[in-house]
């Protein structure tokens, strides 16, 4: 199965899931969306085809089907050759006046753009600043879990990665462990214990690291269409993970860690220490 085929089994496997929690209302119509990355308009659509085709109103009809808009390799060639022959130090805006006012073209700007930047050759403008919308906490327990890790020196002279998978709607903590170096392992180990003890859960939210995502380009977007280990684990599941590009989100991992660092700190100024003490205490202190 190639990989395109492959990610539309996965889509299919995910819609079927948040259907079924729909119908049992569950989740409403906006969260079922919200949930699989899509409008409400086009949630609807698929409700219509999979209740008269089944499955195969899922499929993406367009595969294996060339679009009928696509421009000819000669078109785009001729498009890269003319900005890198004539107007190199222009940026793609600019460029694009010429082109349509010098050179008659037809095109849309965020198609030259779009095709000058796959030629290599469009120069890009100086963005304004990054703007990100604030992500809420979802309404409902069991919708997402956030899995995050904090390298620290829990006792003494010893530096573990302490894992911790919680629920996104109360903070509630389902998994914590300790291990040398956070990895594909320990990301599958919190998942597991949280289909133990809680069920299968929605979606999965977390940072960017190299064993969640691919990002062609460091600290830049991720690669959806090329999962790593664990995101085709995720999507056997049917789970639905999502990038954190929300500082929110980070903070507050980052003051939940907070919490527990001076939890354990406390605890051990008051005479529990020792070999393996640290962990006891935070044991205790994740229970409690």
């Known amino acids: 199965m190639d990989q395109t085929r492959f990610l539309q089994r996965v889509r299919m496997n995910q819609f079927k899931r948040v259907y079924d929690r729909w119908k049992h209302k569950k989740v409403t119509q906006k969260e079922a969306a919200e949930q699989l990355g899509i409008t409400e308009r086009t949630f609807r659509r698929y409700i219509v085809r999979y209740n008269n085709e089944g499955t195969e109103g899922l499929l993406d009809r367009r595969l294996g089907k060339v679009s009928p808009r696509r421009a000819p390799q000669q078109e785009t060639s001729e498009l890269a050759a003319l900005y890198r022959d004539f107007y190199p130090q222009r940026n793609v805006a600019h460029f694009y006046e010429a082109y349509t006012e010098r050179h008659g073209g037809k095109r849309s700007y965020s198609w030259v753009k779009r095709t000058l930047y796959r030629a290599g050759v469009g120069r890009r403008s100086r963005g304004g600043g990054v703007h990100r ?21 829990w006792v003494v002279g010893k530096v573990w990665d302490l894992v911790v998978t919680m629920d996104d709607a109360t903070g509630e903590i389902y998994s914590a462990f ?23 859960f929605s979606s999965f939210y977390s940072d960017r690291g190299s064993h969640y995502w691919k990002t062609p380009v460091a600290g830049g977007g991720v690669d959806k269409g090329n999962p790593t280990q664990f995101g085709r684990a995720m999507a056997e599941l049917g789970v639905v993970m999502i990038p954190g590009y929300s500082p929110e989100a980070r903070g507050r991992s980052e003051r939940m860690f907070e919490t527990l660092q001076e939890a354990v700190r406390g605890a051990l100024g008051t005479g529990d220490s020792g070999d393996g003490g640290g962990e006891q205490v935070f044991e205790r202190q994740v229970r409690s």
Do not use: K, N, P
């Not at 992500?135 to 879990?145: A, D, P, S």
């Not at 170096?181 to 599958?188: A, F, H, I, K, R």
């Open 133 to 153: 919308q604030r992500r809420e906490r979802r309404e409902q327990v069991g919708m997402m879990i956030h899995q995050d890790a904090s390298t620290h020196e």
């Open 178 to 200: 300790f291990v040398e170096q956070e990895g594909t392992w320990s990301s599958m180990r919190g998942v597991r214990d949280v289909l133990e003890r809680r069920g299968i």
